[in-house]
């Protein structure tokens, strides 16, 4: 279905006034491309992962974006915010938190920018009344991390893929202005990455997130790597990112799997 939106109603991003917000002294932010149209801003990323942290590519359209658990990610051209970022982690860094603080990172800022609550699942959906407003990708090639995030801005319920998503128009957010969304998020994100690398008290990230994450204290059934169900009760979040589950045969540690809450307190 067509967008009931004009490109003058769904403006375009401007790679100079990005530039020129995100990319100066003290910032990790050193080069912000703008993409009309490409299957993937992390492979376009991954292709420069031996360059020094800090590029920014963002796609107007991605045509085959792909998510965790490789989900396909669809956006219309300038609906929402679909970029990737490069860091190169410091030596000694836990990467098991990466996914969650970059999670955390584009709630915090969405929430700031739009008015409304985002919660966390976990490790890293960013959700709306229970529905799936953004979703992020890491994947590791060797020292490099390249960071994906996908934000429905002003995607209409017609042009999502199914009722169990939504995006800024539908929660009603006082903002829908993908630049001033973009600059906040990657700030967000430059301020928890620097803390983190930095060797900063965890504890406080640690409680920051477990504050926004509806996954603690759900019923949940988690679609584990091999394919196998686990159903039990999401306890906590141990000091590795990773998620605390106890099920009728005791409290299991995840480090990856698939989580669907099945009723959240």
Known sequence: ????????????????SLTRAL??????WREVRILADTPSTNAVVVGAATQPEGLVVVAEHQSAGRGRLDRIWVSPPRAGLTFSVL????????????????GLAVAEATEEISGITVGLKWPNDLLVDGHKLAGILVERH???????????????????????????????????????????????????????GA??????LATAYADRCTTIGSEVTVTLPDGSPLVGRA?????TGCLLVRADDGEHVLSSGDVMHVRTQ
Not at 23 to 28: A, L, Q
Not at 87 to 102: C, H, I, N, T
Not at 151 to 172: K, Y
Not at 199 to 204: I, S, V
Request: proline share 10%; glycine share 8%; charged share 20%.
């Open 23 to 28: 990319v100066r002294p003290g910032s990790i």
């Open 235 to 239: 306890t906590g979040i141990d000091p």
């Open 87 to 102: 860091l190169r982690p410091p030596a000694g860094a836990q990467w098991s938190w990466l996914p969650l603080l970059v």
């Open 142 to 196: 060797g020292p490099a991390a390249v960071v994906g995030v996908g934000l429905n801005v002003t995607t209409t319920r017609d042009e999502l893929p199914g009722p169990e998503a939504t995006s800024l128009l539908l929660a009603d957010a006082a903002v829908t202005d993908r630049e001033s969304l973009l600059r906040a998020v990657l700030r967000s994100m430059q301020r928890r990455y620097l803390a983190w």
């Open 1 to 16: 279905m067509s967008s009931p939106y004009s490109d003058l109603e769904r403006a375009p991003l401007r790679a100079d």
């Open 199 to 204: 060797g900063a008290d965890n504890d406080e």
